[in-house]
Nanobody
Framework: QVHLVESGGGLVQAGGSLRLSCAAS????????MGWFRQAPGKEREFVAA????????YYAGSVKGRFTISRDNAKNTVYLQMNSLKPEDTAVYYC???????????????WGQGTQVTVSS
């Protein structure tokens, strides 16, 4: 069982930056692939970024590649999403999620946080 809690969301102007954090419970955090997803009003939840348990491999959605960076600190049981050059279309509730396999579809992830709101004003 993994319990996830996101933080760091807020309101930012276009072009600005935010860093999201996701704190995980449990002693086997480094075993889990961690992903970030987002869901805008009226839209389906979509993949943003993923990172392997070791942190050596990452993968990004095309819409955020080059602007967002996913990282993790296994000693702190925390995964991060650094978001730069934010755009109004990045506005969404952002969720972190965990699963044991390398996957990018929401349905593949077993554990989810409650989400944190990110709003980018134009």
């Amino acid at each position: 069982q993994v319990h996830l809690v996101e933080s760091g969301g807020g309101l930012v102007q276009a072009g600005g930056s935010l860093r999201l954090s996701c704190a995980a419970s449990g002693r086997t955090f480094s075993s889990y692939v961690m992903g970030w997803f987002r869901q805008a009003p009226g839209k389906e939840r979509e993949f943003v970024a993923a990172i392997t348990g070791s942190g050596r491999s990452t993968y990004y959605a095309g819409s955020v590649k080059g602007r967002f960076t996913i990282s993790r600190d296994n000693a702190k049981n925390t995964v991060y999403l650094q978001m730069n050059s934010l755009k109004p279309e990045d506005t969404a509730v952002y969720y972190c999620a965990a699963n044991l396999g390398w996957a990018f579809a929401p349905k593949a992830y077993d554990y989810w946080g409650q989400g944190t709101q990110v709003t980018v004003s134009s």
